[in-house]
């Protein structure tokens, strides 16, 4: 173990034995959130310099043809390093956290504090085309996840470091601190009291200080509000909040059919990279916005500059014709989702964050340009551009708050606040009807893995049946007599009796209520064998079952008590009141209460 890393240990495991478990949350929240917010400034400061090296060393832009190739080469390198260093398998989306939440009690492996950094680092800083928000959500929730297990605190108190790193995470990245608390809490955390605002609150503040003392302010992703709200647009706002639901539900269901090609596609990691970069290459020559993040083709939008997303496209040759730009962006908009699936289907790693604020701007300009041109009203389109974005992310993650609030603070004022909130609800609302999950959990909802959606389930999943089995009931041969049983009886406090044979294989059980009548014939007492009054159990139990199985179990038999055998050895009995008691603590644990 480093020393440094002794150095900063052992005053905190004072701190965890001399201070309140409230306190040392809070001094973990600043630690956790400090940690995040550096990991999101590497992160952004690596694809920043990563871009501005390759631009200097191969005159990117004076040589188009270097936005195909590069991309192919990240695409190759996340590939190869993903391989010899992790396994091939590092877990890539919020799924991937949620899922460690419901069915790892929130352990996340040690290494994702850094592999996504690095590999989300060469995919978008080589130009493919995924956000990085994703990445620092799963480095953040690696960071505040193994600071708990570090320090051995319970599920509850690891899963809220978790989600306060997350939130760091993504205060950092936008330097928008109520955006990381929102989406802390719209998409890890469904299930949360006011107590657990401070930590979350803690962090983001202390994730969004990082990047602004640290990150050059070109790095960062902010564009100023210059237009006002006017209550007349109100009923174009809803429009375009139809509309982007209607290209969410687009964009979520082409994103999974998509991946699904991909994984269906029987051939090596190799091979697919080859087959998705060169895809991607096409795409990127055909539509040079795509290559990378896209928010540089967001600040073009919000400043008017439409026309020159064509520079480098094979379209510059016709002109900058207002109606051919309006048709580039539209397209743009709707091409983007392929681009993103192929990148990280392919085996680049990156998110659908960024992504989903490229469509909604392109939405939102497409939207208000076309209402424009056509004489219908004269719209603003730097403010329906910034509203999208805010449409697309509410439906795409299922987090309208966190859209609402992420463009409100990221254009440095709250001037568009009822569009937004008009916008992020309608897309929200339509999408919820036709997609009950969003895409990062629509797989694990399939699966039947989003727990973190259902505490009892969630609950259920935490328990683990090897904790819970009871072995204090005695044994019975199947060959004994019925003396020798009522003998049994009298030296136990249960009234349940498993007949075990020799090599430990459970026969039957008898209940003390089915024998009460024949225990007092002594003239039986040698004549009766207890294999002649034991009874199938209602049910087994293995000891590899669910505790949702388990549970499933007790209903149908409609027992109280039900016997536990692992390769058919009898190992002891699991009853309802041990399963509820220890339900009543989870419960108490990972509820969030002060």
Known sequence: MPTSYKKIKIPLLWLRRHTSDREFMLVSSVLVGLTAGVAAVILKSLVHYIQMLLAYGNRLLDQPYWLVVFPLIGILLTVAIVSLFFKGRIGRGTANILFNISQKSSLVERHKMYSHVLTSAITAGFGGSAGLESPIVVTGSAIGSNYGREY?????????????GAAAGIAAVFNAP????????EVLLTDISISAFIPLIISAVVGALSSKVIL??????????REFFAAEHVPFYVLLGILCGMISVYYTRMALRVEELFEGYQTTVLNRALIGGALLGLLIMLFPPLFGE???????LENGQAQKLLQDSWLAFFGTNEWLVLCFVGALALVKVFATTITIASGGNGGNFAPSMFVGASTGFFFSRIVNLLNISNLPTSSFAMVGMAGILSGVMHAPLTAVFLIAEIT?????????????ASSFALVKYFEPYSLDTKKLAQKGQLLTHNKDRTILRIMKIQHLIETEFQQVSPEATLGEFVEVIAHSRRNLFPVVSAKGKLDGVILLENVREIMFKTEKYNTVKVKELMIKPPAIVQ????????????DESGAWNLP?????????????SSIFTKYRKLLIKTTNVS
């Open 152 to 164: 051995h605190l319970n599920y509850r108190d690891r899963t809220l470091l978790l989600a306060s």
């Open 564 to 576: 536990v055998l692992h390769d058919d050895v009898y190992l002891g009995f699991v009853s309802k």
């Open 294 to 300: 896209g928010y540089d083709s967001i600040r073009l």
């Open 543 to 554: 000891y590899d079952d669910s505790m949702a199985d388990v549970m499933k179990k007790f």
């Open 412 to 424: 440095g004022g709250y001037t568009l606040m009822i569009p937004l909130m008009i916008v992020a």
């Open 178 to 185: 109520i955006a990381g608390v929102l989406f802390a809490i």
């Open 216 to 225: 050059e302010e070109d790095i960062l992703f902010n564009i100023s509000q």
